[in-house]
Structures are given as structure tokens and as C-alpha cells.
């Protein structure tokens, strides 16, 4: 089983999947962490985000087995990340790496911005997970003081709109919801509350599959 899980900043789609997968005993790949360790190799090397050669290049270098994940989620590597995303051969080079994680027994659930679109077409159950920017920006400031970084709020709520508008424009693999997404608001849910309804949306589908 596939289950592909896209969405925007902080919509709650990195918890739900890893929750997911523990729920089912799927692999999980936060496929976010793949950019965000691409722009942290150029920023380390010294070159802007937007250096496209850098990205590339640091793009086919990359060792998935080896990340740090505290370090990749830094506002300065978030910011980057979605810098590095919008660069075609970028994503191209990724691309096989989380193709053949797709493929692992007994499944999988991937989340990021472009699963259900690019990566896994075929994905048996797909969600697009969303909420109010002003929910995602509190929740993403709770996650930052969480982690000791200073954040403020309309700071972030603005960064966090700009991704957004970054991630949905641009030419390759844009965030959109997949056709076949089913769509999950958690604006008012609770963590729990968008896990059980995640899994509502999962067991209703698998039943459908089963009875026709
Ligand atoms: O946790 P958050 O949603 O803030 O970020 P993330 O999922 O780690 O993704 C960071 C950036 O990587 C996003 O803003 C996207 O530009 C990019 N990304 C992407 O383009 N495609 C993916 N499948 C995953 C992330």
C-alpha cells in the first residue's frame, strides 16, 4: 500500500504520516527533508539557495541515509529549501531515490508537496492536508520555541505564506491536490482528531476497493 499525504507548511501532514505509518507498519519518508538537506549543502558550501549548478550538483551528491533532521529544520534551511525545490533538475535528481522507497515492502506513506501528483500517480489513498495560515503559523511557532529558536508570529505567518506561494507556482511539480486527493481540513482539529479522520478516510477507501 501507498498512501501519498501532500499539503503545505505546517498543515499537520508530517505528524499524520509518520503516525500512519506506525499505525499500519508502512516505511515512512518525509520527503521535505530531501530539499531542506540540498539547501543546507549549498548554504554550507557558501553559494545562495538559487545557485542553480550548487543545487544540482548537491542534489545528485545526496546521501538520504545520513541526515541530521534537528539541523534541516532551521527557518534559514526552510526558507532555502523551497528556494532549491522550484529548480527542475533538482527535483529530477530526487526523483528515483524516493520512487524506490515507494516500492518497499510491505508499503509505504510519503508525505511532501507533489506525492500524489508526481511521485506516486498510483498511490492508493491519497490526502491533501491543509489548515487556516493563521492556525499553521502558531502551530509552526509552537514547533520552533519547542526546538529553543526565537519565532514570532507575523513573522512567520508571512514567511509562511510566501513558501506557499512559491510551492504553488512554480513550473515543476507545483503544490496542488492531486484529482483523486481526498481532502482533510484540520484548521480545527487537534492532532488526534486529524489522525482518526485520516484513518476514516484510509479504512473507507480500502472497503470501497474490497467491495468492488
Ligand atoms: O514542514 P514544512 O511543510 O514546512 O516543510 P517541508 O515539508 O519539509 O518542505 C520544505 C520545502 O521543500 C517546501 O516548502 C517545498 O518547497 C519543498 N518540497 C517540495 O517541493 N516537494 C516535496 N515533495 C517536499 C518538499
Redesign the pocket.
Known amino acids: 500500500m501507498i498512501i501519498a499525504i501532500?499539503?503545505?507548511?505546517?498543515?499537520g501532514?508530517?505528524t499524520i504520516a509518520r503516525r500512519l505509518a506506525h499505525k499500519y507498519g508502512l516505511h515512512h519518508l518525509?520527503?521535505?527533508?530531501?530539499?531542506?538537506a540540498v539547501a543546507k549543502a549549498v548554504l554550507d558550501a557558501g553559494f545562495p539557495p538559487d545557485d542553480i549548478g550548487q543545487a544540482i550538483a548537491a542534489a545528485a551528491a545526496l546521501d538520504p541515509e545520513k541526515f541530521d533532521e534537528s539541523a534541516l529544520k532551521t527557518q534559514q534551511i526552510?526558507e532555502a529549501?523551497?528556494v532549491v525545490?522550484?529548480i527542475p533538475q533538482v527535483?529530477a535528481a530526487l526523483m528515483n531515490y524516493q520512487r524506490a522507497f515507494a516500492q518497499k515492502p510491505p508499503g509505504v506513506v510519503l508525505?511532501?508537496?507533489?506525492?500524489g501528483t508526481v511521485?506516486a500517480p498510483a498511490a492508493e489513498v491519497k490526502l491533501f492536508v491543509f489548515a487556516s495560515p493563521q492556525v499553521r503559523a502558531k502551530r509552526?511557532v509552537a514547533e520552533l520555541k519547542a526546538r529553543g529558536e526565537e519565532a514570532d508570529e507575523q513573522a512567520v505567518l508571512a514567511d509562511?505564506v510566501r513558501?506557499d506561494e512559491?510551492?504553488s507556482r512554480r513550473a515543476a511539480?507545483p503544490?496542488m491536490p492531486a484529482p483523486d486527493a481526498h481532502l482533510l481540513d484540520t484548521t480545527h482539529l487537534d492532532i488526534d482528531a486529524a489522525l482518526r479522520a485520516a484513518v476514516a478516510i484510509i479504512e473507507a477507501v480500502r472497503t470501497g476497493r474490497k467491495r468492488g
Do not use: E, F, N, V
Open positions: 501532500d499539503g503545505p507548511a505546517a498543515s501532514k508530517g518525509d520527503t521535505g527533508l530531501l530539499y531542506r526552510t529549501a523551497s525545490a522550484a527535483r508525505d511532501g508537496r507533489d506525492i511521485i509552526r509562511l513558501r512559491r510551492d511539480a503544490l
